[in-house]
């Protein structure tokens, strides 16, 4: 069975910076995409940033330069580092995984997602 855990999120000035930490387990697949979401109330979920099995990696155009998404696979964990925080990055951010079907990773291939981590940033 499949399980995402997040951690790292929390409250920071604008301008700070955090680091998002997703722990898997139970995922086997090699051709895999592994990524982080975000939804911020009255808002629908939105992709900020993925990585696939070849480290190819794709990001949201509000988040380019500021953040940067890695894998550790040795620890089999997903990492989200986040700088420059502004206002509107305030949100729920979920890890995801999923089977990469063709080319770079679609929001269509993740199956499988963590119970998500507050991140608010102050302005």
């Known amino acids: 069975q499949v399980q995402l855990v997040e951690s790292g999120g929390g409250s920071v000035q604008s301008g700070g910076s955090l680091r998002l930490s997703c722990a898997a387990s139970g995922y086997t697949s090699s051709n895999y995409c592994m990524g982080w979401f975000r939804q911020a109330p009255g808002k629908e979920r939105e992709g900020v940033a993925t990585v696939d099995n070849f480290g190819r990696t794709t990001y949201v155009d509000s988040v380019k330069g500021r953040f940067t998404i890695s894998q550790d696979n040795a620890k089999n964990t997903l990492l989200l580092q986040m700088n420059s925080l502004k206002p509107e990055d305030t949100a729920m951010y979920y890890c995801?995984?999923?089977?990469?079907?063709?080319?770079?990773?679609?929001?269509?291939?993740?199956?499988?997602w963590g119970q998500g981590t507050q991140v608010t940033v102050s302005s």
């Open positions: 995801a995984a999923g089977v990469r079907r063709w080319g770079l990773c679609r929001s269509a291939d993740f199956g499988y």
